[in-house]
């Protein structure tokens, strides 16, 4: 099944503490990106890539990094996470990077740091 | 910049009532993508059309329907006879086209309920 998958779906931790949220899509797609959903904002993106590495920001990308190494996988870093970053995350795969491509999302990683 | 306005931030309906979702955009391009994606209670986004900025037909697909009007810079969003199943948070999407990829500027969304 044609599918990106996300882990953890769900995580609570402390401020500082660096974590990784991974994304994985089995579609051999080029262009993947990272999107965060906060209330009456909608969806921001944080950082994409167009190829294997090949990486560039996005509207929000401060607190974040990521890497593309393979293509099937793109890695959300978050080095010394603060409450402010406290989301919902998607992760986004499309065949190409062109207009119009329909982006796959993943379910989604919900983060609270407290 | 592009820009995506849903003004509307919640709307609450009962079952059956036809109801209608607006979106406005911002863009200087004249190539451009909207996209619609329905967001349930279990948190995914869901996609559930697209069109071209060349495409002015309006679309529809069983009880959905969509309005684009480049006039008024708008891609509606009906709903008609309106299910329970169809409460959801609905999100517009506008494409921007940065160094050669696609970014998706997404409107605030509008929480849509539908009460039995």
């Known amino acids: 099944e044609a599918q990106v998958t996300q882990n953890p779906r769900y995580l609570i931790t402390v401020t500082g503490k660096k974590l990784t949220v991974t994304c994985s899509q089995n579609m051999n797609h080029e262009y993947m990106s990272w999107y965060r959903q906060d209330p009456g904002l909608g969806l921001r993106q944080i950082y994409y890539s167009m190829n294997v590495e090949v990486t560039d920001k996005g509207d929000v990308p401060e607190g974040y990094k990521v890497s593309r190494k393979e293509k099937r996988n793109f890695p959300l870093i978050l080095e010394s996470p603060s409450p402010n970053q406290t989301s919902l995350y998607f992760c986004?795969?499309?065949?190409?990077?062109?207009?119009?491509?329909?982006?796959?999302f993943g379910d989604g990683t919900r983060l609270s740091i407290l | 910049a592009q820009k995506v306005t849903q003004a509307q931030t919640e709307i609450s309906v009962v079952e059956k009532e036809d109801v209608t979702l607006d979106c406005v955009y911002e863009?200087?391009?004249?190539?451009?993508?909207l996209f619609w994606y329905k967001q349930p209670p279990s948190g995914e986004l869901v996609f559930l059309i697209r069109r071209n900025s060349f495409d002015e037909q309006n679309e529809i697909s069983g009880r959905y329907s969509w309005n684009f009007q480049k006039s008024t810079s708008s891609f509606n969003f009906t709903i008609t006879a309106s299910q329970v199943v169809d409460s959801a948070v609905y999100f517009c999407a506008l494409s921007e086209a940065i160094q050669g990829a696609q970014k998706l500027v997404f409107g605030q969304g509008t929480r849509l309920t539908i009460n039995p």
């Open positions: 986004a795969s499309s065949l190409e990077r062109g207009l119009g491509q329909p982006q796959h």
């Open positions: 863009t200087r391009d004249t190539t451009y993508y």
